[in-house]
């Protein structure tokens, strides 16, 4: 464990001062949506595809009356386009008829939905519901190893790493925080060490003069 974490996160909390999804949503059941299509998918593309996709069907109420073919042809642009149809309208059927057309805070609750798993459930969760949670895509993972947060071998246990040494009222944000770090900044193929304000206390400064 990188025995700067905190220094880290203070870093984080000073100089991030928008950290927030970048999925554009106008309610909670529009964010489910937005992230049950971001899986294997990047934001851009999804924020492409639901503007056409809310207009059509802006709540539950609305897409869970839709067949799966009339969600395919909104999103087939996205990856996984068949599916995610069965998913969506299976997930809007389910938050109207068990769950009183209301979204659930819980993530236990959330993972009852079709095409939820236990990233997008943190995600709604603590976007939409601030909850002590934290969801770790691809870039919480490759940023917590890059950093010395952890060296989990799975999201689950890199996860775990995360809540030991994050403050549970910053999880939250701090999702939002690596997120859009490993986006724009410590990127897969070749992080901008000569950007980043972490070069102090990270382990794995290869480009920095």
Known sequence: ??????????WFAQNTAVAETELHYGNPFQLLVATILSA??????VNLTTPALFARFPDAASMEKASVAEVYELIKSVSYPHNKAKHLVGAAQMVTHNFGGVIPSEPEELLKLPGVGRKTAHVVASVIYNKAVIAVDTHVFRVSHRLGLSQGKTPEKVERDLIQIIQPHLLP????????????????????????????????????S
Do not use: E
């Open 173 to 208: 944000v701090a999702h939002h925080w690596l997120i859009l770090h490993g986006r724009y900044v410590c990127t897969a193929r070749k992080p901008l060490c000569n950007q980043c304000g972490l070069t102090a206390w990270c382990p794995s400064v290869t480009n920095v």
């Open 40 to 45: 294997q998918c990047t934001d851009k593309r």
């Open 1 to 10: 464990m990188n025995p700067h974490y905190q220094d880290i996160f203070d």
